[in-house]
């Protein structure tokens, strides 16, 4: 056997590059093609394939930018359903996902964990409804927000038991107190440990400071990796907490 084709072997990330399929009908000038970061992430997937190191992966930007469009087609292309859940199932009531995950394929060895989760903020509530269908909801609905949030971290990403694969979490500091971000900070920290591959869309400036994670900005520019003292979002949290009141006045007047 090549070296190659042993090394790819031995690599057990879930997802090593994401590749465009040959015969995907894209149609470049139409959503969600027509977003700047996305026809970066096909142009290049297109050629040699957009490789996902292991570890953490923040992607970071404006609303609109393309952070969940892109994020959702990777969990679709991943196997995950659309509307949050793992690989063994999840709600279905409307489909409004793009046609993004369609047009992809994953690069993965054999000997890569099949298991993953895909946290979609939006969704969620459907995601409780369908695990009570199932008899497992664990009273997910009775919960708040950011309590159910936390339990889903508990059960299904950082229980000492986890089994390790992919984690799709977009914007999952929606429904988060501070101190819980910091929860969930730490949390990314231990799953990485554990070999868990992380892909998280974040406004959070908390958890995109996380040691040692790869920060992918998404602009008009396309997509960029950035460090993160680097990035408009600290840089605007950071001038809001020094001085509000400079912001207020152009806000209120």
Not at 157 to 182: K, M, N, Q, W
Not at 220 to 246: C, N, Q, T
Request: charged share 20%.
């Amino acid at each position: 056997m090549a070296a190659d084709t042993e090394a790819w072997l031995d690599d057990t990330r879930p997802i090593q590059r994401v590749r465009v399929y040959q015969d995907a009908a894209i149609d470049d000038s139409a959503w969600p093609a027509s977003i700047p970061a996305i026809a970066q992430f096909l142009s290049v997937a297109g050629a040699d394939g957009w490789e996902f190191g292991p570890g953490v992966t923040f992607l970071v930007g404006e609303n609109g930018s393309g952070k969940s469009t892109l994020l959702e087609g990777i969990a679709e292309a991943a196997g995950l359903p659309a509307e949050g859940g793992t690989n063994n199932g999840g709600p279905s009531t409307r489909a409004t996902e793009s046609p993004l995950g369609q047009w992809l394929r994953i690069d993965r060895s054999p000997r890569a964990p099949r298991w993953g989760f895909f946290l979609r903020a939006e969704t969620m509530h459907g995601y409780y409804s369908y695990l009570d269908d199932l008899g497992g909801g664990g009273g997910l609905h009775t919960m708040s927000h950011g309590e159910s949030f936390n339990a889903l971290l508990d059960d299904k990403l950082d229980h000492p038991r986890s089994v390790t694969g992919l984690a799709c979490l977009d914007e999952p500091e929606a429904a988060l107190s501070f101190s819980s971000t910091l929860r969930w900070l730490a949390s990314l920290e231990r799953m990485r440990s554990r070999g868990t591959q992380v892909i998280c869309a974040t406004h959070s400036p908390v958890l995109a400071a996380l040691p040692g994670a790869t920060i992918l900005e998404l602009g008009e520019w396309g997509i960029r990796p950035s460090a993160w003292e680097d990035l408009d979002l600290v840089r605007l949290h950071r001038g809001f907490l020094e001085a509000p009141g400079r912001f207020l006045r152009h806000l209120l007047d």
